[in-house]
């Protein structure tokens, strides 16, 4: 209301010095207090792992700093935990901070520079509990893995004798490297040999007990909906190929886990 203050008290100047009544009449918006100019915050909201707080300006003819903020309430000052900042004349501006996993009292604070002041109601939001892992089906009786993982094997073994290479044994403790680096990144959304903590695949066959081990490789792949389909893409690949084709490993592990982005799938190959 900044404006219409200064407004107001520059007519009641011109009511003074002056003789004439008229001189001193105020405008319609001026005689009912009505500034059309106007600021809005609206109540935060959660969106995947983030609270968004939004500010709404309105009714303006002149471009001034707004400024959105979001706060918590809680007892004692409230901090201010993110603030955004943008020169506009109408339009919208929002802030996010990452949500907390216990709840919390969100508020939206907007103002502008004309001394405008929004705040909404509180929101109290918590990010919402992870997802429970895909439940993985019982292997068959007598394989390592499951099914589809051992069909995995089978056709690499059949391209193996091709050729001219022994069959890999599926090994129990590189089963458990492979499918568990196939349930991590389809867990935390992510496709590489190195794990999110830094290891390799290596690392994690030592991890899984694997154990003397003279030489390991990988393979990994994304997306593919078949074992025939994953084993293809493979050999349709020189590197992957030649691990496959690999005579010197006398074992594999094979892993299948379905994630949000389709079937992550791996081979941890390695020899004693």
Not at 54 to 67: F, K
């Amino acid at each position: 209301m900044r404006r219409l203050i200064r407004a107001l008290a520059c007519l009641g100047g011109l009511a003074v010095l002056s003789t004439t009544p008229a001189q001193a009449a105020a405008t319609p918006a001026q005689a009912t207090g009505y500034d059309p100019c106007r600021v809005k915050a609206v109540k935060p909201v959660l969106k995947k792992n983030s609270v968004h707080a939004v500010g709404v300006r309105t009714g303006c003819t002149d471009s001034s700093r707004l400024r959105v903020q979001i706060n918590w309430a809680r007892e004692g000052r409230d901090p201010v935990l993110d603030r955004e900042r943008k020169t506009l004349r109408n339009g919208k501006l929002a802030a996010a901070v990452r949500c907390s996993k216990t709840a919390r009292t969100y508020y939206t604070v907007v103002t502008d520079a004309e001394g405008n002041v929004a705040k909404s109601r509180g929101a109290r939001l918590r990010c919402a509990p992870p997802a429970a892992p895909t439940p993985r089906p019982a292997p068959p009786s007598g394989s390592v893995g499951t099914a589809i993982e051992e069909e995995v094997v089978r056709l690499t073994n059949e391209a193996r004798k091709t050729a001219g290479c022994k069959p890999l044994v599926h090994d129990a403790k590189l089963h458990v490297a492979a499918s568990g680096h196939s349930a991590d990144m389809a867990e935390t959304n992510y496709f590489s040999h190195t794990s999110k903590d830094g290891r390799n695949p290596g690392d994690r066959m030592k991890a899984a007990g694997f154990s003397p081990m003279r030489a390991w490789g990988e393979n990994i792949a994304m997306g593919q909906p078949t074992p025939a389909a994953v084993v293809k893409g493979w050999l349709n690949s020189p590197g992957h190929r030649a691990n496959i084709e690999n005579c010197s490993f006398t074992h594999i592990g094979s892993g299948a886990v379905k994630g949000a982005r389709g079937i992550y799938w791996t081979q941890a190959f390695a020899r004693h």
